[in-house]
T-cell receptor, first 108, second 113 residues
Framework: GIQVEQSPPDLILQEGANSTLRCNFS?????LQWFHQNPWGQLINLFY???GTKQNGRLSATTVATERYSLLYISSSQTTDSGVYFC??????????FGTGTRLKVLA | NAGVTQTPKFRVLKTGQSMTLLCAQD?????MYWYRQDPGMGLRLIHY???????AKGEVPDGYNVSRLKKQNFLLGLESAAPSQTSVYFC????????????FGPGTRLTVT
């Protein structure tokens, strides 16, 4: 089945720094989502981005489907950006495959 | 528009007890899913439903049952809870599968002692 890998697994930033999170997937997909799991455990939809680039405030995402990767950019990070970032793609019958996540900590 | 809601938010059970988790969505989505999240394991699909009256097994269905009697509700049951079922449970819904966005509920933290 399709494999999803995220890097880096852990990231510590000072407030105001920029970062890039990566999601690699092993097969072609027609959907990719990025989620943020905040410190309270809630899973928040960030982007639905099967291809191309989208921006939402300080966050943007790019998916290059032909090369099987997606990038999530966080600019001017804030402490509220802390948490775990997951990407997910459809894989198999009605099953979404989640990466193992990037744990981000932003220090004040 | 509440999106996806889950009841309860927290629960502690003793081994062998039973309980039902309720998921409700108000987006008229056909597809609904139950996941569990464990440290280091990511999210794993327990059961899913592609429409009212239908259910199917996911990756880790043992020890769980589900029902989808109404389109907006998806129930997850534990008949005889075990400590291995201590986890955070998430419900999600989508209008379709594949090229469709999934929306998640806030989660239920279950501890089985």
């Amino acid at each position: 089945g399709i494999q999803v890998e995220q890097s880096p697994p852990d990231l510590i930033l000072q407030e105001g720094a920029n970062s890039t999170l990566r999601c690699n997937f092993s097969d072609s997909v027609n959907n990719l989502q990025w989620f943020h799991q905040n410190p309270w455990g809630q899973l928040i939809n960030l982007f639905y981005i099967p291809s191309g680039t989208k921006q939402n405030g300080r966050l943007s995402a790019t998916t290059v489907a032909t090369e099987r990767y997606s990038l999530l950019y966080i600019s001017s990070s804030q402490t509220t950006d802390s948490g775990v970032y997951f990407c997910a793609v459809p894989g198999g019958t009605y099953k979404y495959i989640f990466g193992t996540g990037t744990r981000l900590k932003v220090l004040a | 528009n509440a999106g996806v809601t889950q009841t309860p938010k927290f629960r502690v059970l003793k081994t062998g007890q039973s309980m039902t988790l309720l998921c409700a969505q108000d987006m008229n989505h056909e597809y609904m899913y139950w996941y569990r999240q464990d440290p280091g394991m990511g999210l794993r699909l327990i059961h899913y439903s592609v429409g009212e009256g239908t259910t199917a097994k996911g990756e880790v269905p043992d020890g769980y049952n589900v029902s989808r009697l109404k389109k907006q509700n998806f129930l997850l049951g534990l008949e005889s809870a075990a400590p291995s079922q201590t986890s955070v449970y998430f419900c999600a819904s989508s209008s379709g599968f594949g090229a469709y966005e999934q929306y998640f509920g806030p989660g239920t933290r279950l501890t089985v002692t």
